[in-house]
């Protein structure tokens, strides 16, 4: 069965994207606040996905070992910061991981679609959208942009980083140009918020 067939006709489904550290939280975070439209995002059900005791928590600790637990934490959870580490660093990893999360999270977002099928409007905030093969979930596609100076630099502060694990994780995501290709809107997240604040609201 098709996914277009799974969903319904009568919906706008934004696929929210961007590379990483872009700002594309921000954005979501706003339309949550200032707009009645549910919001459906992969990394929480990535997060649910891997929770102690599930079946693909098992599954991935078969593969990486208990070196992949936190535990320090109350029920031996993934330690996701070192789980990220590594698959930035390996592809073999990397590929394993994607191949096992993201047909399950695409399962779920359609589940979750269906539920909010009487909602006009739904946001599917995706960050690997492209190189997921979530496309075909949406009916309109919006990337967020930053210059990549400053999408670096966002990086670096953020996961306490170096310029050059910085360079290569932006790197291991597919470029902006290739993005904007396949995208409808374009939401410039450099410096000034106002830009895709009235956008959004033209919008939606």
Known sequence: MSIKSKLTNHQRR????GGIATGKSTIANHIKKYKDIPILD????SKELIKP????YKEVLAYFGPQIVDHYSSEDEINRELLKKIIFDNSIDRKWIE?????LIK???IKECNKFKKNKIIL???PLLFEAKFTDLCTEIWLVKCPRAIQKSRLMKRNKISDKEAEKMINL???FKDK?????VILDNSEDRELWINKIQKLI
């Open 107 to 109: 399962e779920k977002m």
């Open 173 to 175: 995501q597919l470029s």
């Open 124 to 126: 599917l905030v995706i």
């Open 42 to 45: 992969a990394d929480q059900y």
């Open 99 to 103: 191949n096992l999360l993201h047909p």
């Open 180 to 184: 904007s290709k396949f995208s409808d």
């Open 53 to 56: 005791k599930s079946k693909v």
């Open 14 to 17: 934004i696929g929210l994207t």
